[in-house]
């Protein structure tokens, strides 16, 4: 790669320890990939929850937090996504002591490196979203898809060490997603339907993931009407990133490079169908069975809209298995301050802050609590937790409170 | 190697040579989605390599799926001696190149056929990241 001459100072150590490693690490990927050089990024977003850190990656976090005072901190915001706890509700998670130790330990080496513990996956919702053509370095698929497809911005997948090695140096090696011939369309849907829900977005993201099949395929998705709302843009990419491992789309009309078909696509792109009864089947696929263990609202973490219509359905009800729902804690101080909270949690829900359901040790909970059949409105957790253990089952927000109050999924 | 070893060559690559079993499926690949970490095992059920064991063998599978955890989970496998030996893949994102290049494991990508399909289930394989090249020692068993 070539370099510039503050990354030739930063590579000699000038800066320390800590950013040269990471710079290092960042050619590594770099030269991977084929990348001439860096891009300056903005902002970091690090995926680093301790299920997946383990007692290795904490150590090695430590490691960099245990440098000099002056050589250490990141350069630009850093933020993180969703921590692997509520630690207000740990204990009912059936969290073990580790767990919560592990993630203190997390904390404070993050603390000390100058990021800041932002603890969530919708922070274009919640911190502040990416502009148009800027370039960003986000981990979380669902924030990477969501910032290039609807706000325009640049980034690729950066797994918690790159987002942190972007964090520390203040760029990213330039390929993929920062590339503008990489951001045109490779294959061509045609919708004759818009989802009516949240988890129809989410199934229909799911559909065109599974086609679209890999990272570097771009959809351009024609036949939507109306423009989605940011939470169904939400579900959409999601789902789509997390069966396709899918960075950009597109939607004609509705997404800011695609005004027009012509804009994102090259001539004589063939163009395949997808009906409603595809998303039918996606659903259908993962209903196993009508008896339900516990109700999950998570993946991503609601937004203040989601929790206010979910609020309003479990007004006056009676919950016979657990509901859990869960958000960031921008958003969780105003679920409180609006009686959100309070009209879900007298039902016998409960609201957790600051983590998201498969990245808080999914399968040690399922083992603790006995739960196994889950129903959830979020295609992207039916499509992680089988992995985990669970059975899980795609269900609306109405459908999933009523299996809430009746233990069965209709 | 024999006389009729095969060589394919991968337009990227990373780390050191190793030597090995491979493991096969034209399938995807998630640490987060599809392992069992713990038991070193595929767990998801719908995988075509569901409750086989990956530890120290040579994955060779389509693409990255899912998440981002993968780019951790590569890294903390390796400190618990639970994790492939070495990732050939068709293709794939970030995510694993980053895992790879922080838990040290070899790694192979992009061919100009399915190496999925050239390259049979527990057949012996060499990579070579410096050379960019993947060699079929041994067909394996289901020669």
Redesign the interface.
Known sequence: MRLNEEEQMILAGKSGPVPQQALK?QM??GD???AEDFVAVTQAHI???TE??????VR?LEGLAATAEGQRRVRIPTITDPRGTDFSKAEFLGQTAAMIDLERRAIAAFVKLGVVMTDTCINYQTIQAPTRNEHVAF???GVVIYSNSVCGARS???????ALAAGLTGRTPRY?FHLPEQRRATLRLRVDFTPRSLNEWGALGGVIGRIA????AVPVIEGIEAPPGSDQFKHFGAAM?????I?LFHLVGHTPEAGKLTNVAPAGLISRRIARADIDALQQSYRKDDRVDVVVFSAPQLSLFELRELAGLCAGRRFAVPLLAVTSPQVKPDCDRMGYTASIEDAGGTVLSGMCF??SYA?EIAEAKGWKRLATNSAKLV??L????YQPMLASMEGCVDAAVSGRLA | MSSDARVYRSRQAMGRSVRGLALVAHDGFSARYDLDRIAGIFSRPAHKLAGQSYVGRILVLDTAKGGVATAWMLHEMKARGVVPLALVFNSVNPILAQGAALGDVPMLAGFDEDITAAIPNGAEVEIDPVRHTLTLLDQGPLR
Do not use: C, K
């Not at chain 1, 089988?386 to 253990?389: E, H, K, R, V």
């Open positions: 690490h590594l990927v991977f990939f084929g995926m680093a929850d997946s850190l383990g007692e290795a990656g090695w981990g979380d698929t690729n997948f950066e797994g918690g060490p790159s993929g099949g890999n990272y570097w990133a997390s069966f396709g491992s960075a498969y990245q399968r499509n992680i089988g992995g985990y253990g």
